[in-house]
C-alpha cells in the first residue's frame, strides 16, 4: 500500500528560528512530490518537486528531493507567527489516469511558531 | 473569480439522509477530485474524475458517488448519512496533459455534520 510519511507530527519553535519538515514516501510509479501549506480552509500550493537534487524556492521557504532516499524536506527559515500551519506533503504517482489518479497526502506536520 | 468553489460551506444533516455537496472549477482543467479530512487532519483520496474516466478508492462506501454533468463540475452525493461521515470534504482540480505542473487546486472546503 502506498505511504506518505511525515516529521515531526508537531512542532512548537520561536519567531526567528529555522524549521525543517520532513517526508518520505513508499509509492509505486512515482510522479511528482508536492507540499502544501494549509491554514483554517484549503490547502495552498507551495512546491512541486519531480527531480531530485534541485531546490525549490520561495522567499524564506525551499524545498527538495532526493529520489535515492524516497525523501523530501521543506525548509522554512527566519519563521514568523504567520507561517503556523499544517503543512502537508503528498505525492503523485502514474496510475490509470496517468498520472492524476489523486495525491496521497501524508498526516501532515502541525507548525506552531511563537512570538 | 474564485478557481474551485463549494457548495455548501457547512452542511448539517440527520442520520440516514441523502445530501449532495457541489463543486465546480473555472480553471479549464479536465480533472477533478474529492477528498476527505477527517478530525485528525488526514485528507485522503476518494475520487478522482477525468473525461468520463472515475477512479474510486477501493476504501469509500458506494454510499458515496460522485456525478459530473460537464469537465467544470464534480458533485459528491452522498447516501444514508452515518455519523462516520462527519468530516471536511475537498474539491480539488488540475489538468492532467502530458506536463509535469499539474499541481492539484482546491476548494474551500465543505464541513459537513451527521447528528
New interface residues.
Partial sequence: EDKVVQSPLSLVVHEGDTVTLNCSYEVTNFRSLLWYKQEKKAPTFLFMLTSSGIEKKSGRLSSILDKKELSSILNITATQTGDSAIYLCAVSFYGRLGGADGLTFGKGTHLIIQP | DTA?SQTPKYLVTQMGNDKSIKCEQNLGHD?M?W?KQDS??????M??Y?NK?L?I?ETVPNRFSPKSPDKAHLNLHINSLELGDSAVY?CAS?L?GGG??????????TRLTVL
Avoid: A, C, M
Wanted: net charge positive; aromatic share 24%; glycine share 6%.
Fill in positions: 474551485v480533472t477530485y477528498y485528525k487532519k488526514f485528507l485522503k483520496i475520487f478522482s477525468n474516466e477512479i478508492n475537498f488540475s492532467r509535469i505542473d499539474n499541481e492539484q487546486f482546491f476548494g474551500p472546503g
